[in-house]
């Protein structure tokens, strides 16, 4: 196997599978911190505004988390992927 592969994936390349993915989330989070405490910290209406907006924010993702989690019990799925055990041939 290639060094700059992924391990288990025979088509994975760590560049573009791993470090983009990682960087961007961080470069993501940065932004969303940044642009977040520049509100927060700059009193007035925009103080307000920044805290509105996380409120709704986490209003949605509640509702969202409940919608998720009610449809797929509902559905008589499983909310997280399982494993799959093979299973065992006999040999003659």
């Known amino acids: 196997m ?13 560049l573009k599978h791993v470090i983009v993915p990682v960087l ?3 470069a993501n989070l940065a932004m969303l911190i940044t642009i977040l405490g520049m509100g927060i910290l700059g009193g007035g209406t925009s103080q307000q505004e920044s805290l509105l907006a996380l409120g709704i924010a986490a209003f949605w993702a509640i509702v ?19 494993p799959s055990t093979p299973v065992a041939t006999e040999r003659a």
């Open 2 to 14: 290639d060094d700059h592969r992924v391990p288990g994936r025979a088509e994975g390349s760590l």
């Open 24 to 26: 961007g989330l961080l």
């Open 64 to 82: 969202s988390a409940g919608y998720v989690f009610f449809n797929s019990r509902r559905a008589g799925r499983s909310l997280f992927a399982t």
